[in-house]
């Protein structure tokens, strides 16, 4: 079974719109090789419309122009990339195509066929309905530290918890928590009479 793996540049108070308007300050080499092992190990990158019309009007031509990113667009560039729309696209970068049917059906079909890692970078809206699904195995977070304060937050509003555990963390010279979680089973019920015995004890002596 394929693993698919989303990253997400996302604000102390949960933004993850616009990243390109603030999480710049932060990119950092620490940064760099957690973005490259996110999305360059996977042979196959899932979009939504608007993430993947942004990548596609600039690494298509980083590519062209040979400079110090070319190696990554190229990277990008041979991956199999599959853009989740309700509209019909048309393509001009390489080795795009659009996901056909219902989108927890068509993905559920890509983990359970032949390939290697599935990631997606950004697209909101999908990472929301994987996750939700269950169909996400991990969710890295570079959580950068400043407050947006507007924007699109990751988790919208819902009916249903979505549990999860942290596998992995750590921190970047800049300030940047890399946050990795794996679903988790749900919580048992408890209230504060399970809690209290937590609570720090007076000292007896």
Do not use: C
């Not at 946050?179 to 399970?194: F, I, K, N």
Request: charge should be negative; glycine fraction near 10%.
């Amino acid at each position: 079974m394929r693993k698919i793996t989303a990253g997400l540049f996302i604000s102390l108070d949960g933004v993850v719109e616009a990243p390109d308007q603030w999480h710049f300050p932060y990119f950092n080499d620490e940064m760099g090789a957690a973005v490259g092992e996110m999305l360059g190990t996977a042979d196959t990158v899932l979009f939504g419309r608007r993430t993947y019309e942004s990548f596609a009007g600039a690494w298509p031509e980083r590519e062209a122009a040979g400079g110090e990113d070319a190696g990554f667009a190229k990277t990008l560039g041979d991956q199999r990339k599959i853009v989740a729309s309700s509209r019909k696209l048309e393509f001009t970068w390489r080795n795009s195509e659009q996901l056909e049917g219902d989108l927890v059906e068509a993905v559920t079909a890509l983990k359970n066929g032949p390939g290697g890692d599935i990631a997606l970078s950004g697209s909101i809206s999908v990472v929301r309905q994987l996750l939700a699904a269950g169909l996400l195995d991990e969710l890295h977070l570079l959580v950068h530290p400043l407050a947006v304060r507007k924007g699109m937050r990751l988790f919208d509003e819902g009916d249903t918890a979505i549990p999860l555990r942290l596998t992995s963390s750590q921190a970047f010279r800049t300030g940047v928590l890399h946050l990795v979680y794996a679903p988790a089973e749900r919580a048992d019920e408890a209230d504060y009479d399970d809690a209290k015995p937590h609570l720090p004890q007076e000292d007896q002596r």
